[in-house]
């Protein structure tokens, strides 16, 4: 039985944080670092663990402090704040975070994706943080704008190619892979910002290599979890205090719940052209054994597509059977997470994949079925539990005048404190020391549900780190998909000619 109540929540996230901090990234990754020069020494060797992939070991284990220096003095590395952790405090209050820098100067203009909700303690704290660069940075002119997620890539695109880009911007792993690819983003250098590689996790950093080169630092990771309703879990006759251990029991669970209580069973993205859609679809086809290339190796190649595999094929007809019977929403051809979460709020809707700030966004608008919400691990298939690991990563773009405002401000907002109240409810700090902080103890107690999306980390596997990564999970996930639900397919066919198109993909770079 996998539930999280706090016990098993407590113990869990200890043993989680019990492997070694030590990590050659850029070298395991099959690259080099971003100067070729070889990689500081590591102390302790990568831990695989139980069920992970290869990719990724556990937050480091250091005693909490309650103040920690983050600023490390290297050579020839642009100037940039020195930013020291002051302990723990109250989510949304201010506190000084940083010394004043007045040796940088320059123009600063910044791209991110908008917070879906403007009132959770993430979007206060970033308010805190643009307002702190005043006076940690009196000497750079910063400008930010917003975009949602849907839009951000494209006007990325429209806008380097129109010579209006941004000077650096926040994107999803592995867009910086196409966008390096295509000369948009200047090579980095975790030395340059005071960091080496086991700052950051391993798949925080493969998302942003291309050819063995870094464009990257990463900002904030994530990975979702599995939620159910335990009230319509009760009604439907099952044990709410039982989540679904596999794939196969989120299945039987749908087929009882819509049997017992005419509602849905589960939550089914299938969007076209929607990250929403490869984001729950490859936790499945990656328990299945299946992958869109061979991205659940420790040293993927990414050189042919497995869309085409019996693996994959199972995952698609589970879709297909799910779909058929009615036990996902009829609307699964055309929902997003927004309608999921909606139809999970009005109880339509009894199981989903969200992001642990799932809990806070429906708690402000049912209480209700907020009190009804159990995290849990995510389902596993018959080869592995898997997840997506995702983020966002600062990128710092070619035609950027001054650079070292630019480093400047990615080093302020990748610091520990700052890492951590970016991401405060939503997902985890990309900046590992950040796990160091007090203030890390106060969230996992304060944010319900956290600790289980942190336990999934060691089970994160990231998209292919290539320049095809988008138009694959954004466009070819879905439409495989689509093709299935609709029966214009039958999984196998839809299977073998998505890896065609995938293949066919890959041959036009070469």
């Not at 201010?94 to 303690?121: E, F």
């Not at 009196?138 to 839009?151: A, H, L, N, W």
């Not at 309608?339 to 966004?361: H, N, Q």
Request: charged letters at 20%.
């Amino acid at each position: 039985m996998e539930t999280s109540s706090s016990t098993r929540s407590r113990r869990s996230l200890l043993k989680f944080a019990a492997g070694a901090a030590g990590m050659a990234v850029l070298t395991a990754c099959g690259g080099e670092s971003a100067t070729n020069t070889p990689p500081a020494p590591v102390p302790t060797p990568a831990t695989t663990l139980s069920g992970g992939t290869g990719g990724q070991t556990p937050a480091p284990v250091r005693t909490a402090v309650s103040s920690v220096a983050v600023q490390t003095a290297v050579p020839n590395a642009a100037p940039v704040a020195a930013t020291t952790a002051t302990g723990s405090v109250t989510a949304g209050t201010s506190v000084p975070l940083s010394t004043t820098n007045t040796a940088v100067k320059g123009s600063v203009r910044y791209w991110q994706n908008i917070y879906d909700d403007p009132t959770v303690p993430s979007a206060k704290f970033h308010d805190q943080w643009v307002e702190s660069l005043k006076t940690t940075l009196p000497g750079v002119q910063f400008k930010e704008e917003q975009y949602s997620i849907t839009d951000l890539l494209d006007k990325i695109r429209v806008a380097f190619r129109a010579g209006q880009a941004p000077d650096i911007a926040e994107v999803q792993l592995t867009w910086a892979p196409e966008l390096a690819a295509n000369g948009m983003l200047l090579e980095l250098n975790p030395a340059d910002f005071g960091y080496t590689p086991d700052t950051f996790w391993p798949g925080a950093l493969r998302g942003s290599l291309w050819q063995g080169k870094l464009y990257g630092i990463p900002k904030r990771n994530e990975t979702m979890a599995f939620i159910y309703n335990k009230d319509i879990f009760a009604k439907a006759g099952l044990d709410p205090a039982k989540a679904p251990d596999t794939w196969e029991d989120v299945k039987n669970f749908s087929k009882q719940i819509k049997e017992k209580t005419g509602k849905a069973g589960y939550g089914l993205a299938a969007k076209l052209n929607s990250s929403n859609t490869p984001y729950r679809y490859m936790p499945l086809a990656w328990g299945y054994g299946a992958g869109a290339l061979d991205e659940t190796a420790d040293n993927p190649k990414y050189e042919k597509s497995l869309f085409d595999t019996d693996a994959n094929i199972a995952a698609l007809q589970w879709n297909a059977d799910m779909f058929a019977n009615g036990w996902v929403p009829q609307s699964s051809l055309t929902n997003t997470q927004t309608e999921i979460r909606s139809l999970f709020v009005s109880g339509e809707v009894a199981m989903m994949i969200d992001k642990p700030d799932g809990y806070p966004i429906i708690k402000n608008k049912s209480p209700e079925i907020a009190e009804q919400m159990v995290y849990s691990l995510m389902p596993r298939g018959p080869v592995r539990r898997a997840v997506v690991f995702g983020g966002w990563n600062a990128v710092i773009f070619k035609n950027t005048k001054d650079v070292d405002a630019a480093k400047a401000v990615i080093k302020d907002m990748t610091s520990p404190i700052w890492s951590l109240r970016l991401a405060y409810e939503a997902s985890n700090p990309g900046n590992r020391n950040a796990f160091l902080l007090p203030e890390q103890q106060q969230r996992i107690k304060e944010i319900k549900f956290l600790d289980v999306a942190t336990e999934m980390m060691q089970y994160g596997i990231s998209f292919p780190a290539i320049p095809e990564a988008a138009d694959i999970m954004n466009l070819m996930v879905p439409q495989m998909m689509q093709d299935v639900l609709t029966k214009a397919k039958t999984p196998e066919q839809s299977a073998k000619d998505t890896a065609k198109k995938v293949n066919d993909l890959l041959a036009k770079r070469k």
